[in-house]
T-cell receptor
Framework: KQEVTQIPAALSVPEGENLVLNCSFT??????LQWFRQDPGKGLTSLLL?????REQTSGRLNASLDKSSGRSTLYIAASQPGDSATYLC????????????FGTGTRLTIIP | NAGVTQTPKFRILKIGQSMTLQCTQD?????MYWYRQDPGMGLKLIYY???????DKGEVPNGYNVSRSTTEDFPLRLELAAPSQTSVYFC?????????FGSGTRLTVV
C-alpha cells in the first residue's frame, strides 16, 4: 500500500525567504506526482505535475523535483510572499492498473509579512 | 468549459437520512474519483471510475455507493447518514495527465 508522508506538518517563515517542502512515498512504482495548494475552506489547485520519467518541473517561483529511486519529492518556493500561505499537498498516482491518487497529509505554510 | 462541478456546496443531514452528491465534468475525462477530507487530515479515496459503467472501491467505501452511467456524471450516494460521514467531499477527474478537482461539498451529519 502506497503511503505518502509530508514533513514538516507546519512551517512558518519570514517573507522573502526561499523554502523547501518535502514529500516521501513508499512505493516507487508511480506514474506521476502532483503538488497541490489548498487555501482554508477551499478546493485543491494543481501547482505542478511531474511525470515518472522527469526529474523536475518549474512554474514561476515554484520548482518541484522527483527522485523515484529514493521515494522523494521536494517543492522549492523562491522569494516567498504572504500570498503563498496555504496548505501544500503532494500526491502520487499509481501505475496503470492502479490509477489512484494517494495524498500526503500536507504542510501548512505561513509566510510572515 | 466549466471543469468539474460539484453540488451542493453545503449540506446538513440528520442521522439516518440519505442524499446524493452530484459531480459533473465537461472535459470528456474517463477517470473520475471521490475523496473525503476530514479536518487536519489528507484526502482519502472513497470510490473511483475508469469509464462509464465501471466503478471500484477505494480506501474508505463503507456507507457510500456510486454509479457511472455516463462519462460526464459520477454521483456519490450516502445511505443512512452517520456522524462519521461529516467531512468535505471532493470529486476529481483525470485526463492523460494530472487531476482536476471540484470545489467540494461540505457535509455535516447531526
Amino acid at each position: 500500500k502506497q503511503e505518502v508522508t509530508q514533513i514538516p506538518a507546519a512551517l512558518s517563515v519570514p517573507e522573502g525567504e526561499n523554502l523547501v517542502l518535502n514529500c516521501s512515498f513508499t512505493d516507487s512504482a508511480i506514474y506521476n506526482l502532483q503538488w497541490f495548494r489548498q487555501d482554508p475552506g477551499k478546493g485543491l489547485t494543481s501547482l505542478l505535475l511531474i511525470q515518472s520519467s522527469q526529474r523536475e518541473q518549474t512554474s514561476g517561483r515554484l520548482n518541484a523535483s522527483l527522485d523515484k529511486s529514493s521515494g522523494r519529492s521536494t517543492l522549492y518556493i523562491a522569494a516567498s510572499q504572504p500570498g503563498d500561505s496555504a496548505t501544500y499537498l503532494c500526491a502520487v498516482f499509481g501505475s496503470f492498473g492502479n490509477e489512484k491518487l494517494t495524498f500526503g497529509t500536507g504542510t501548512r505554510l505561513t509566510i510572515i509579512p | 468549459n466549466a471543469g468539474v462541478t460539484q453540488t451542493p456546496k453545503f449540506r446538513i443531514l440528520k442521522i439516518g437520512q440519505s442524499m446524493t452528491l452530484q459531480c459533473t465534468q465537461d472535459m470528456n475525462h474517463n477517470y473520475m474519483y471521490w475523496y473525503r477530507q476530514d479536518p487536519g487530515m489528507g484526502l482519502k479515496l472513497i470510490y473511483y471510475s475508469v469509464g462509464a459503467g465501471i466503478t471500484d472501491k477505494g480506501e474508505v467505501p463503507n456507507g457510500y455507493n456510486v454509479s457511472r452511467s455516463t462519462t460526464e456524471d459520477f454521483p456519490l450516494r450516502l445511505e443512512l447518514a452517520a456522524p462519521s460521514q461529516t467531512s468535505v467531499y471532493f470529486c476529481a477527474s483525470m485526463p492523460n495527465y494530472g487531476y482536476t478537482f471540484g470545489s467540494g461539498t461540505r457535509l455535516t451529519v447531526v
